[in-house]
């Protein structure tokens, strides 16, 4: 689903290398963190992913599209392929919690009936069937971040990026997401998580794939020892 051939990174403005000759390779289906320091060059590889920047060098392929040979227009329907969860949820303000997952439908041409079909199952899985009145200054940050993976999930990618999912979370609301994220896997979906949080690494048994200063340094399967 992702391959990374000897990509590199290099931010010309400041000389900075971000990423150094990685290669990484994750099957349909797979469940894999990505840890390292900050500066490790962890948001660099989300950016190339949802195409946001080019690689230096190097070859990307996500869903068996080399992403060199997607051009500008291309972009949003490759995307729809591939859902993202960041640590500050970016959800609209002034939308409810219903809205705010129906937008991302309508973003790529659902009407109406298509989001009455979709968002009320997708809200039910994640547990907020309850609050779709709700606007997100009124839900707690593990609320929050539910209704930013509904609409990561809402057009059904194959793939979904998680950059920091918990960051802005305490522990219980923290596990309670990553729990969720597992439960998405297993229904298919290729999982990539973005953390720093170890505890939860360990505790959940993934591949681990460990960036430092812009290079892969370990590749961890699950059952191995981190």
Same mark, same amino acid.
């Given at each position: 689903m992702i391959s990374l051939k000897n990509v590199s990174k +290099? $931010?010309?403005?400041?000389d900075t290398v971000a990423l150094r000759n990685v290669?990484? /390779?994750? !099957?349909?289906?797979?469940?894999?963190?990505?840890v390292g320091d900050s500066g490790s060059g962890k948001s660099t590889l989300v950016s190339l992913l949802l195409?946001? =920047?080019?690689?230096?060098? #190097?070859?990307? @392929?996500?869903?068996g599209r080399n992403l060199a040979k997607v051009h500008r227009s291309q972009i949003p329907r490759y995307r729809r392929n591939v859902g993202v969860v960041f640590q500050d949820?970016?959800?609209?303000? !002034?939308?409810?919690? $219903?809205?705010n997952v129906a937008f991302a439908v309508r973003v790529v041409g659902g009407g109406n009936r298509t989001v009455h079909r979709k968002v009320? #199952? =997708?809200?039910?899985? +994640?547990?907020? *069937? /309850?609050? $779709?009145? @709700?606007?997100?200054?009124?839900?707690?940050? #593990?609320?929050?971040?539910?209704? *930013?993976i509904a609409r990561a999930l809402i057009n059904e990618p194959k793939i979904l990026l998680a950059d920091e999912p918990t960051g802005n979370l305490d522990n219980n609301n923290a596990w309670d997401i990553m729990k969720l994220l597992d439960e998405i896997n297993q229904k298919g979906t290729?999982?990539?998580? +973005?953390?720093?949080? =170890? !505890?939860?690494?360990k505790a959940m048994n993934k591949r681990v794939i460990t960036l430092n200063n812009g290079? =892969?340094? @370990? !590749? +961890?399967k699950p059952g191995e020892t981190l």
């Open positions: +290099v $931010y010309l403005e400041t290669n990484i /390779e994750i !099957d349909e289906g797979e469940f894999v963190f990505v195409k946001e =920047m080019e690689p230096t060098k #190097g070859t990307i @392929s996500v869903n949820f970016r959800l609209l303000p !002034d939308r409810n919690v $219903y809205e009320p #199952g =997708m809200l039910s899985e +994640v547990g907020l *069937a /309850e609050k $779709y009145k @709700s606007l997100p200054h009124q839900l707690s940050g #593990g609320e929050q971040q539910r209704v *930013a290729t999982v990539l998580v +973005v953390t720093h949080n =170890m !505890d939860i690494v290079v =892969m340094v @370990s !590749d +961890v």
